[in-house]
């Protein structure tokens, strides 16, 4: 069964180096990216597929809502994010002689077309998707974060903790104050 995110290309390969073809993307096909990431609104935008020489590039610009937990204090959010796609993918069978292609050396299996000639950009999606919700996101740009010392989440409530813990073998320096100009 073919999802939205796999195109059968075996026309496309046996047309010449150039030819191309385009895709609008409106899928709930990805929906658990990675144990802290989810989708909460459809991937959508635009592929584009370039046949070169033996191989097909992708590329294309992809938008979509995600869930995951903020950086500093744990709690979850949601933020947009966009994706651009460059990636290219290589067959593993010839599509005239039906014979097993050597994969490319610095190869990635993600990037395989199958023996039924079926590009499958889900995982090449996924990762992406991961890269771009990278641990810098956080639910709010003044977070305060959690106490590294009690654990309490400083958005709700402050703590007791002393705001400065100095290490012992620095205390000299706090004596030390610089004069400004």
């Given at each position: 069964?073919i999802?939205e995110?796999?195109f059968n290309?075996?026309?496309?390969l046996?047309?010449?180096?150039?030819?191309t073809?385009s895709?609008?993307?409106?899928?709930?096909?990805?929906s658990q990216v990675d144990?802290?990431v989810?989708?909460v609104?459809?991937?959508?935008g635009?592929v584009?597929?370039l046949r070169?020489g033996?191989?097909?590039?992708?590329?294309?610009?992809?938008?979509?809502t995600?869930?995951?937990?903020?950086?500093?204090?744990?709690?979850?959010f949601?933020?947009p994010?966009s994706?651009?796609l460059?990636?290219?993918?290589?067959?593993?069978?010839?599509?005239?002689?039906?014979t097993?292609?050597p994969?490319?050396?610095?190869?990635?299996?993600a990037?395989?077309?199958?023996?039924?000639?079926?590009?499958d950009?889900?995982?090449?999606v996924?990762?992406?998707?991961?890269?771009?919700s990278?641990t810098?996101?956080?639910?709010?740009?003044d977070?305060?974060?959690l106490?590294p010392?009690?654990?309490?989440?400083?958005n709700?409530?402050?703590c007791e903790?002393?705001d400065?813990?100095i290490?012992?073998?620095w205390?000299?320096?706090?004596a030390?104050?610089l004069k400004?100009?």
């Open positions: 069964m999802h995110l796999q290309v075996a026309q496309l046996k047309e010449p180096t150039g030819a073809r895709y609008d993307i409106k899928t709930r096909t990805i144990e802290d989810t989708l609104s459809p991937l959508a635009h584009k597929f070169t033996a191989n097909i590039l992708v590329t294309g610009s992809l938008e979509t995600i869930q995951k937990s903020c950086g500093r204090c744990l709690t979850a949601t933020a994010i994706i651009e460059e990636e290219e993918f290589y067959p593993t069978i010839d599509i005239v002689t039906g097993l292609l994969a490319p050396p610095d190869a990635d299996e990037n395989s077309i199958d023996y039924h000639h079926i590009l950009l889900q995982e090449v996924r990762q992406n998707i991961l890269l771009e990278d810098s996101l956080y639910c709010r740009p977070c305060k974060g106490c010392h009690c654990g309490q989440d400083r709700i409530a402050p903790c002393e400065e813990q290490d012992g073998r205390a000299g320096l706090r030390l104050q400004e100009d």
